[in-house]
Nanobody, 115 residues
Framework: VQLQASGGGLVQAGGPLTLSCAAS????????MGWYRQAPGKQRELVAT???????TYTDSAKGRFTISRNNARNTVYLQMNSLKVEDTAVYYC??????????WGQGTQVTVSS
């Protein structure tokens, strides 16, 4: 499985940004997709996940502000981020878990939130 993330950029605090991640390859075996992020000097942390059933999970800091969604026909997962904060600044990575292994990682996309 190959993952291509896009949509990162520079945004002002309080603004929105939507990330996309397109999966290719053996996508039929994907059962879980998610987003992680890693801020400078910090450990990588899980932000949100979405299963094939549509069930979602969020880290506490993302609840109420971020929404993960999935377009199965396009093999794409999205992370809609609202009310962004400076502390959301990080490199965001999409991941996919498959029946054949994983997680697989995308290349990362930089999100920078300015005050």
């Amino acid at each position: 499985v190959q993952l291509q993330a896009s949509g990162g950029g520079l945004v002002q605090a309080g603004g929105p940004l939507t990330l996309s991640c397109a999966a290719s390859g053996s996508t039929f075996s994907i059962y879980l997709m998610g987003w992680y992020r890693q801020a400078p000097g910090k450990q990588r942390e899980l932000v949100a996940t979405i299963g094939n059933s549509g069930k979602t999970t969020y880290t506490d800091s993302a609840k109420g502000r971020f929404t993960i969604s999935r377009n199965n026909a396009r093999n794409t997962v999205y992370l809609q981020m609202n009310s962004l904060k400076v502390e959301d600044t990080a490199v965001y990575y999409c991941t996919a878990n498959t029946l054949r292994g994983g997680p697989y990682w995308g290349q990362g996309t930089q999100v920078t939130v300015s005050s």
